[in-house]
T-cell receptor, first 110, second 112 residues
Framework: GESVGLHLPTLSVQEGDNSIINCAYSNSASDYFIWYKQESGKGPQFIIDIRSNMDKRQGQRVTVLLNKTVKHLSLQIAATQPGDSAVYFC?????????FGTGTSLTVIP | DAGITQSPRHKVTETGTPVTLRCHQT?????MYWYRQDPGHGLRLIHY???????DKGEVSDGYSVSRSKTEDFLLTLESATSSQTSVYFC???????????FGPGTRLTVL
């Protein structure tokens, strides 16, 4: 199966600081990636996606960077807020299904 | 949760009993998926559907079956539940096969 992993299982940041969450993927043929946010007791929520023909994509307070050379994906959250506290995980699409990482738990310290 | 409901939200059952989980959508999306989420693992695909009565297996399909008799409903059945099937189950929908997936709120299943 595919291997989608995260460098850090937990991350704590001060409110107002920027957060960076990383993800490594193993299949160089993966052509579509998604970042999800999952709050306790809830289903995953789409944050932002990026296709393999792009290096960077920006949303509202979030930016995803894709480095295909080293098969690395990152999610940057600007001005992190307490409501950003959650588990974040990436998903890569290869063939006909997505493979999901295990997640990084982000805690925002007020 | 993008017009997706799952029922029941919580269930405790005993080993060997049949269990059916229901996913209902109001978005008229063609594709529907069942995943399980376990500690130390990312979401893993059990089965998916690409249309009414059209289904296929995912990477962890053993012990599970699915049915989709109408666009809005996707059922996941555990014919004879085992303790290894204790998990949180998520349904997801998407318009396209390789597009963004919207997830339901999940069903927490405990098999004793």
């Amino acid at each position: 199966g595919e291997s989608v992993g995260l460098h850090l299982p937990t991350l704590s940041v001060q409110e107002g600081d920027n957060s960076i969450i990383n993800c490594a993927y193993s299949n160089s043929a993966s052509d579509y990636f998604i970042w999800y946010k999952q709050e306790s007791g809830k289903g995953p929520q789409f944050i932002i996606d990026i296709r393999s023909n792009m290096d960077k994509r920006q949303g509202q307070r979030v930016t995803v960077l894709l480095n295909k050379t080293v098969k690395h994906l990152s999610l940057q959250i600007a001005a992190t807020q307490p409501g950003d506290s959650a588990v974040y995980f990436c998903a890569e699409n290869t063939g006909n299904q997505f493979y999901f990482g295990t997640g990084t738990s982000l805690t925002v310290i007020p | 949760d993008a017009g997706i409901t799952q029922s029941p939200r919580h269930k405790v059952t005993e080993t060997g009993t049949p269990v059916t989980l229901r996913c209902h959508q109001t978005e008229n999306h063609r594709y529907m998926y069942w995943y399980r989420q376990d500690p130390g693992h990312g979401l893993r695909l059990i089965h998916y559907s690409y249309g009414v009565k059209d289904t296929d297996k995912g990477e962890v399909s053993d012990g599970y079956s699915v049915s989709r008799s109408k666009t809005e409903d996707f059922l996941l059945t555990l014919e004879s539940a085992t303790s290894s099937q204790t998990s949180v189950y998520f349904c997801a929908i998407s318009r396209q096969s390789l597009g963004e997936q919207f997830f339901g709120p999940g069903t927490r299943l405990t098999v004793l």
